[in-house]
């Protein structure tokens, strides 16, 4: 074959039979190589824009001093949107809070406050002072706010809490504890949703032992008690008093704490994001029936601290994160079947580059970068993950690596979304930061990205917790 080939390339038509060679070969290969290079190409076209970022710094939610931390999101009906989380009072504990932000939000970047035109239209503050107190999840009907958490009694005792507000005004309905069956044990709300019949659903933690309630979201996680879900049917929360007791209540062995749950379709149930009792905790799926009876229950395998659920009609999609090989934290995501089998998990991490400080950063230090995701929607024939990159805790590495995190420009954290197919493939991802016009670049405050969600426009939507404050971002 080789002396053919020298051959015919001594020979006299050697000129035209290359231009033959370069037609029949090489312009396939050029082809080749733009095909799949588009894709890349394409990827960048692909990321959705800002369309709107609202922020607001404490003077929103409780003062100067208040740190507010929004880990939950909505657009009711109305179109407003209605963030929800946690703040520090006066006497330096947790109160909840919830804040109303108009539909008609402007294009562009705007700092909410009181001497602006565009403001929110309320904010309530919910707890009492010297007790811990917090809304974790919220969710609207009717004209009317849902907000779940917990507020601690005169006791000292930590109980789930359901609130009733105006949607117009903000202004209280009605608020009742449930506590954990036996009275000296704690239990908090950390999942409020609306089902298609009207009925509220609140799921989480009950008959934790006094002081093991860490946090929720993405501020900690029980460490003991059970999971739970109950049911208020649409006769009782359209009422102007609160119910006594849900319809039915189930509460699952050999977990913790509910995270999240979504409607399944066709009046089919509902699905449960439980976090397991195991050390480290075993991230589960349950399926329970319309009147909370179980039907069935998976245990995940290698998907890592569960955060959250998405029922699509291409299967069940999980949020949440994981150690990597290198003691770092990547971002997880499985895919469970229609029928309940597990299909995949995937993880991502340790974004490259990005603007201002981030400008031209390869994959940094994989010991160092934490990618931790809170949120997850459908959106555009796939899935968006809500998540946070970044470092922290340098002092307590040793002096070398020391070195390399302090120099490192991801201490300062940046909102981290994911976009990926049904198969987990990567489309984009989008780290970004909010910048102050006219502040220098080294100024960039720490964000994250705690909740995403899909707008009635088609829009997507992102809680941001900020070094300062709280934000909602559009992107579109």
Not at 373 to 382: M, Q, R
Request: charged share 25%; glycine share 10%; aromatic share 10%.
């Amino acid at each position: 074959m080789l002396r053919f080939v020298l051959r015919y390339f001594k020979s006299k038509h050697r000129k035209l039979n290359m231009n033959r060679i370069l037609e029949k070969f090489i312009t396939p290969i050029i082809h080749i190589i733009l095909i799949l290079c588009l894709p890349s190409l394409s990827v960048a076209s692909e990321i959705p824009k800002q369309k709107s970022f609202i922020v607001m710094d404490g003077s929103c939610c409780g003062g100067e001093d208040s740190d507010p931390h929004a880990v939950h999101g909505i657009q009711t009906e109305s179109g407003a949107f209605v963030l929800s989380g946690k703040i520090i009072d006066g006497s330096g504990y947790e109160d909840g809070f919830v804040v109303k932000v108009p539909h008609s939000l402007p294009v562009g970047q705007i700092f909410l406050h009181d001497e602006e035109e565009f403001n929110l239209d309320w904010m309530v503050k919910i707890g009492k002072t010297n007790k811990r107190d917090g809304i974790n999840a919220a969710a609207s009907m009717n004209g009317a706010v849902f907000a779940g958490g917990y507020m601690q009694n005169p006791d000292g005792i930590i109980n789930g809490y359901l609130v009733k507000l105006s949607e117009n005004t903000g202004d209280l309905i009605w608020a009742r504890s449930y506590p954990s069956e036996i009275k000296t044990k704690e239990s908090a709300i950390e999942a409020v949703i609306r089902s298609a019949d009207n009925a509220i659903l609140a799921a989480g933690v009950i008959n934790a032992d006094k002081g093991t309630l860490e946090g929720f979201k993405s501020y900690g996680n029980p460490i003991s008690g059970d999971a739970f879900v109950m049911y208020f049917s649409e006769e009782q929360v359209s009422s102007e008093v609160a119910p006594e007791s849900p319809i039915w209540k189930l509460k699952i062995k050999d977990a913790l704490a509910v995270k999240h749950l979504e409607e399944l379709p066709s009046g089919d149930g509902f699905l449960l994001a439980v976090h397991g009792d195991e050390e480290p905790a075993t991230a589960k799926v349950m399926k329970i029936s319309f009147d909370g009876r179980p039907i069935w229950e998976l245990d995940v395998p290698n998907h890592g601290e569960l955060t959250a659920i998405t029922v699509t009609k291409n299967g069940y999609f999980l949020s949440g994160h994981k150690a990597d090989r290198f003691d770092g934290i990547d971002a997880s995501i499985s895919k469970i079947s229609l029928n309940g089998e597990f299909l995949w998990n995937k993880s991502f991490g340790n974004p490259k580059g990005g603007d201002l400080i981030f400008s031209g950063l390869d994959e940094g230090d994989p010991r160092l970068i934490y990618d931790e995701c809170w949120g997850i929607t459908e959106f555009k024939n796939g899935l968006v993950l809500a998540c946070g990159t970044g470092i922290e805790h340098c002092e307590d590495l040793d002096q070398e690596l020391k070195s390399v995190c302090e120099n490192d420009p991801r201490t300062t954290w940046r909102s981290n979304l994911i976009h990926v197919d049904f198969s987990g493939n990567l489309i984009w991802q989008r780290a970004s930061s909010f910048v102050f016009e006219g502040e220098e670049e080294e100024d960039l405050p720490s964000t994250a990205s705690e909740w995403v969600f899909k707008t009635k426009s088609g829009a997507l939507a992102s809680v941001v917790d900020l070094s300062f404050g709280i934000g909602l971002e559009i992107l579109k």
